[in-house]
């Protein structure tokens, strides 16, 4: 059974104040707003509304929690880039994700969705340096990638994994597309690792040669 298949809403909350106690592993997703980070959560929890998908990107202003069958709780993190939202709103997201991604003790992993178009812009650099101090593991999913040619996607997999390569071997980055369903298999693998879950039931993750016989 997939790993976030069967995800259940929990609470959300608007200050660190308010966090819920530490119960279960925690994996975090994050992402700059308009990146296609709720789309890449309902995607991968086969559900259409769970992430709220909003049409004005940087509303959404809460921290979302949601229990996995696992046990394991999934995060649904602000965007951040806020391009329209006031400056005071701004600061108060920052000092909370700031807070969380620091703090957070049942924190085990983070998943940074970066548009595969314009990654790792400086605020995408600012979440690694928050994250990287504490030696937890950061996934990259390189979303939209249906939108680029298929050399341009290798591309720009192979230029992010030679950036991010100088601050660890505990960031791994992928491709990923909620439209085309491309890269699934490669997110639940990695989560069911961090988790320490057996990954015998997960799809297998298709071979490049699969891949281009399916035309993806």
């Known amino acids: 059974m ?3 298949r069967n995800a259940r809403f929990e609470v959300s909350i608007a ?4 966090l819920p106690p530490p119960e279960g592993a925690e994996i ?6 308009n990146a296609g980070k709720s789309s890449a959560i309902n995607t ?8 709220f998908v909003s049409k004005t990107p940087g509303r959404t202003q809460l921290i979302n929690f949601f229990r996995l069958d696992c046990g394991a709780v999934l995060v649904d993190l602000p965007g951040y880039g806020y391009a329209k939202v006031p400056e005071n709103i701004r600061r108060q997201w ?3 994700l700031e ?3 620091r703090k957070r003790e049942n924190l085990i992993g983070l998943v940074l969705i970066m548009d595969s178009r314009h990654p790792l812009t400086p605020l995408d650099r600012q979440m690694i340096d928050w994250f990287v101090p504490g030696g937890r ?4 999913l390189l979303t939209k990638c249906d939108k680029l040619s298929r050399n341009e996607a290798a591309a ?3 230029s992010v994994r030679r950036e991010v390569a100088a601050l660890g071997p505990q960031i791994s980055v992928q491709l990923f597309s909620s439209l085309k369903k491309i890269g699934m298999e490669e997110v639940e693998h990695k989560v069911a690792g961090w988790l320490g879950l057996p990954s015998d039931d997960l799809p297998a993750i298709p071979t490049p040669a699969q891949l281009r016989a399916a035309g993806k």
Not at 15 to 18: C, I, T, W
Not at 28 to 33: I, P, T, V, Y
Not at 44 to 51: E, K
């Open 94 to 96: 920052q000092g909370l």
């Open 137 to 140: 593991p950061i996934h990259v």
């Open 28 to 33: 975090a997703f994050a992402g700059r707003s």
């Open 156 to 158: 720009t997999l192979a």
């Open 99 to 101: 807070h969380y991604l």
């Open 15 to 18: 200050k660190s104040g308010d």
């Open 44 to 51: 991968l929890a086969d559900h259409t509304r769970l992430a």
């Open 2 to 4: 997939p790993i976030f």
